[in-house]
């Protein structure tokens, strides 16, 4: 056994840059697990302004210098929080309180469905259909209190979070602006022999970049089209339904099953079995087919696509790991992990049977 991994070790570590780059790795996902949280606007910022920077060398290969470049791409970045803070969080809370001041409504109408689903399955009794009712209802109390709970808790954090929302936008300016400075200050504590590291980072960097970039637009694109839809045929909460099916492509499969529930549930309290509901569920239906058949292959064609296995894998572990941050950021840290192993330096072993 020890022999075993002794081989192991000589394979995937014989090369000293490695070990280092291991132990930068195990540093950097140490201060991520256990700083996190105290940390959040400073990851924040170095996300927003990593996937801002592209833009901003776009607009110095065409003639403005970097400190122009950075100002432009900074006030529209804030315009569009700002945007997004006052007109578009306003309209989605406002859809959350009619939602929760209409669901009593729609749980009334709901077990009225249900109740007339014995008159044509006659082996499904009207006792299994009220404990079924039953214990939906407990379960919705139990929701209901837990989100008082958690309101009433987060109080206190209100401060915290206004606090967040102005230390990141600065940090993303002085990132872009200070981009080049802080990485030689960075480069000063790095090996000067560290192929392996830029080898790596040029495969993370673009797997990461293309993908973060691609699902950016597929989420605009999507997001769009359903709000436009939903609009237009009427359905209720279509903003607020439209950014949850734009929000779930960054879960493939998993994503689009849950966001399904909510949509589909909606429409049928709204119009119950009816053309109406028949219409939204075959336009639903074809924008989901059209994102997977047209859309992702069109953005990702460069980026190597994860395995199934690998999503579910991934959604599981971070999200067990950070909760919803964890589901959120699940993809794009198991596109990272991807690339990583990809440009991993090893030895060559033996075969492995097919």
């Known amino acids: 056994m020890l022999q075993i991994i002794r081989k192991w070790f000589d394979r995937n570590f014989s090369d000293p840059q490695a070990v280092y780059l291991a132990f930068l790795l195990l540093l950097g996902f140490s201060v991520v697990i256990f700083a996190g949280a105290m940390l959040l606007p400073v990851f924040a910022g170095i996300v927003i302004a990593y996937l801002l920077d592209s833009i901003v060398l776009f607009l110095e290969r065409r003639g403005p210098r970097r400190l122009r470049a950075v100002a432009l791409v900074f006030l529209v970045f804030l315009a569009s929080l700002i945007f997004i803070l006052f007109g578009l969080m306003p309209l989605l809370a406002g859809q959350v309180v009619d939602l929760f001041r209409e669901l009593p409504v729609m749980i009334n109408r709901g077990q009225e469905i249900l109740l007339q689903i014995p008159q044509h399955h006659p082996y499904i009794t009207e006792e299994q259909i009220r404990s079924l009712i039953g214990t939906f209802g407990q379960e919705v109390r139990k929701m209901g209190h837990g989100l008082v709970t958690t309101g009433l808790s987060s109080i206190s954090d209100v401060i915290t979070l206004v606090v967040y929302l102005v230390l990141m ?14 990485l030689l200050w960075f480069d000063r504590y790095l090996p000067k022999d560290r192929d392996l590291m830029a080898r790596v980072w040029k495969e993370m960097d673009t797997q990461l970049g293309n993908y973060v970039r691609g699902k950016i637009w597929e989420i605009l694109i999507v997001g769009t089209v359903c709000v436009i839809v939903f609009l237009v045929l009427g359905l209720q909460y279509a903003v607020l339904l439209g950014l949850l099916v734009g929000l779930s492509v960054l879960v493939p499969y998993i994503g689009a099953v849950a966001v399904t529930f909510p949509v589909v549930l909606v429409a049928l309290f709204q119009w119950g079995w009816s053309a109406e509901f028949a219409w939204l569920v075959a336009a639903y239906l074809f924008i989901q087919a059209l994102d997977g058949t047209v859309l992702v292959p069109l953005m990702f064609s460069e980026v190597n696509n994860l395995h199934p296995v690998a999503i579910i894998v991934a959604v599981l572990f971070f999200g067990g790991l950070w909760g919803f941050w964890g589901v959120f950021f699940a993809i794009p840290l198991a596109t990272l992990v991807q690339a990583l192993l990809s440009a991993w330096p090893r030895e060559q072993g033996a075969a492995i049977p097919s």
Not at 169 to 182: E, R, T, Y
């Open 169 to 182: 936008p600065l940090l993303v300016f002085f990132f872009l602006k200070d981009k080049w400075a802080i």
